[in-house]
């Protein structure tokens, strides 16, 4: 029994220094940025004549309470050239009519090209109003299916993937080609923070004014998303070593996309599966590239506001997780794939992948010995506090860090509601989250594949 | 060591941890609040002090008034740190010999001197590219070397103010050294040089032209792209050479830069690059010819739409439905092709010149 708490102090400490480490590097590089940023406005970017253009995919399958006011926000973006995709993919609801409404849109004679092998496109519409928008109404084939024919169809070299419940910053596209334009032949792909919508006004599809949820369990999905990109992905993108570009916004290269064959449909993440597998190709290729993290909030989301919700998201995310380690596990722990192979896999397989299950194993085993009367009470007791004293200590860095640097939440008073959520999250929240994550790898192993249906507010009545 | 051992020591460490880890998460609060705090009295002085000095300045920018101008030396580090936003922010606004007073206000204030000494000798790059920024802004001509230097500076923010200073203040002879900084990094230096490249005017030109036969490949590319940006048809003799060049890149760039310059002469000797053996230049000439709405290129262009490649195809296609009534005609010749290929992107194209219409 000393042993197994040993093991499991050990690896306590393992995973809370790893965190901090990477909190520290991502501190450094968040600053930098940020005065980057002083030297380099917008403005220049869009009168310049070599900003590369790029088609945006708006996968929307049965999205008809969102799509209209997502594509409108989209039309609000301040970018050069642009044209929006949206691939109805085989909706059961009205999502195609409510756009055809919204947008006047014709049916075109396009002709379709199936590079990569898609379900059949049954049609390809264009906005009568806004020549930049397109629809490709397709047969059902899930997200990645959607994505490829989206790749397919754009005719720009770069394309930005989000997701149908999305609202983009109206700079978002400004900000995230910045590594294209510093290194256009290398940068590949480029994601940036995604931010929870919920709570926030968001009128025609542009936030108005940045807030937090009435009900709790958004607000802590909150901190969890400023911990999770504000330190860990801005770290890994510095090291060029990021595995996961959000599905919810992220902006790729069509060519290198292409070359490996593009989204997988046999995974549930392929969002994650897709990077690692660039990273996989174009290393085993020796190929000099990169793929960047931009610390800017650019992207709003709706997160689950319902616990069952959440708990499938995790669960999906967990076997996506998995499935994309599993798929690329040459690379693992291989000093051949450098910082990917003997950092970023090893870390997302101890940490990200297996921690719910050591963290909800460490509780059995503290309650099993207690029971057993072989540990003092009061060493679990004080263990337990310095987990907790831990999880605050870092997600209250991650929100002073976000205080600091991009100071979305200009209202004191929700900031001191994000601090009391930092410390509140760590009774219940965090140990469920752990829970749907353990389930999620459980059907891992079994092999489960479903995507899980999640219901949607809307944004802009999303709280 | 035994069980009760480990657990006291597992205790000790315990508590251990957690009091270190209170104190720091009190601190981190204490100073998010004490930060917020600075913020609010930093806010309400710098409102205070910017009224006053700002007058000041405007007054001198006025009238040339040396009262004013006497008020405004050795102030203080804070107010200094004011009053140089100041000066930038209305540098920004006047000409003429508003401009030249704001210049001397700078020099006369001292702000000149220290920006130049940290442009020189400062440690973070930031202050480096601020320094560089603002000696650009006020017209700093006596920087000049300074900012040459700056070129040659590790870090790309800094090199990148320091050309736009050069750019700025007109120093055309820098040219080819700004080129050689900034090659490497493509198009942020294409951004940064188009902001400026045309305040230097025709002086440029003949530099740009040289540098377009420069031996490394970046830097010819990016001269070629600020030719093109001049659109001056009698920069065609220089462009047509690296059609042929042997680098593809370079190729391309030239085949975008004598698109945009848009002579019929150019766009004439451009037309047998549609039989090009790299696909991606027969797509650019075709998309050039599109732009320009060049019918000498329609045979071309009918071939074209029976490439391999479907990005030819696919450009060929636009670039007829831009030309009119000449190229519908040809669009509707190509209904009849024996090509599927053809006959499916004449199809899209009159749809869509039927829709448009």
Known sequence: ?463 | MTVSNWQLTFLTLSILGSNILGVMVASLVAILVATKFTAVLWDKYKRKRQASLKSLAVEFLDTGNDEAKLRLKNLRWVDALIFKAILLELAEEVSGIEQSRATELYEFSGIADKEIRTLKRSWFWWLRATAAHSLGEMRVKRAKNDLIEALGDKNIEVRLEATWAIGHMGFVDALPLIMESMSHFFKIAALRMDAFIFEMGAPALPLLLDLCKHPEWEIQLLAIHLVGEFKDPGTIEVLLPLLDSQNLEIRLAACKATGSIGDPSGLSDMVPYLEDSAWQMRAQAAKQFGINHFTPAIPGLLKCLEDKAWWVRLNAGEALSRMGENGRVALKKALKSEDRFARDMATQWLAELEATT
């Open chain 1, 1 to 463: 029994m000393a042993y197994l708490q040993m093991a499991i102090l050990i690896y306590f400490f393992m995973v809370n220094g790893l965190y901090l480490l990477l909190f520290l590097f991502s501190c450094a590089i968040i600053i930098n940025y940020r005065l980057i940023c002083r030297f380099r406005g917008p403005s220049e970017i869009l009168k310049a004549r070599v900003t590369p253009p790029i088609s945006i995919l708006v996968p929307a399958y049965n999205e008809e309470k969102v799509i209209v006011s997502s594509v409108r926000a989209l039309l609000e973006l301040n970018y050069p050239q642009y044209e929006i995709i949206v691939i109805n993919d085989g909706s059961k609801d009205n999502t195609l009519g409510v756009l055809e409404k919204a947008f006047s849109f014709r049916r075109t004679a396009h002709v379709y090209h199936r590079e990569l092998p898609t379900a059949t496109v049954k049609g390809v519409y264009r906005s009568k109003v806004y020549p930049n928008i397109w629809v490709l109404d397709k047969e059902n084939g899930g997200k990645a299916d959607a994505l490829n024919a989206g790749v397919n169809f754009s005719q720009y070299p770069l394309y930005c993937a989000i997701d149908a419940d999305s609202v983009l910053e109206k700079d978002a596209l400004v900000r995230v080609i910045r590594p294209y334009m510093d290194r256009f032949q290398e940068v590949v792909a480029v994601g940036g923070i995604v931010r929870v919508a919920n709570g926030c006004r968001i009128k025609h599809g542009i936030v108005e004014e940045v807030g937090l949820a009435k009900k709790w369990l958004p607000n802590f999905q909150v901190v969890e998303y400023l911990r999770a990109f504000l330190s860990g992905r801005v770290a890994w993108g510095a090291w060029n070593s990021l595995l996961v570009i959000s599905g919810a916004f992220g902006v790729f290269k069509k060519q290198p996309v292409m070359g490996i064959g593009g989204y997988s449909t046999k995974t549930v993440g392929e969002d994650m599966e897709l990077v690692v597998r660039l990273h996989h190709r174009l290393r085993r290729q020796k190929r000099s590239y990169r793929i960047h993290f931009i610390p800017d909030p650019v992207c709003w989301t709706e997160v689950p506001h319902k616990w069952r919700m959440l708990a499938r998201q995790r669960n999906r995310w967990q076997r996506g997780l998995g499935q994309a380690l599993y798929r690329n596990i040459p690379m693992f722990a291989n000093p051949k794939y450098g910082s990917i192979g003997m950092l970023a896999m090893p870390y997302f397989f101890l940490v990200e992948l297996l921690s719910p299950a050591v963290e909800l194993f460490g509780y059995t085993l503290f309650g099993v010995a207690l029971y057993l009367g072989v540990v003092y009470w009061e060493a679990v007791a004080t263990f337990l506090i310095l987990a907790v004293w831990m999880g605050i200590f870092l997600s209250l860095l991650s929100v002073l860090l976000e205080e600091f640097t991009l100071h979305r939440y200009p209202r004191v008073r929700n900031l001191l509601k994000l601090l009391f959520c930092a410390v509140l999250e760590n009774f219940g929240y965090r140990q469920m989250t752990a829970f749907f994550r353990l389930k999620g790898l459980y059907d891992f192993a079994r092999r489960e594949n479903a995507w899980g249906f999640i219901e949607r507010k809307g944004l802009e009545v999303a709280h």
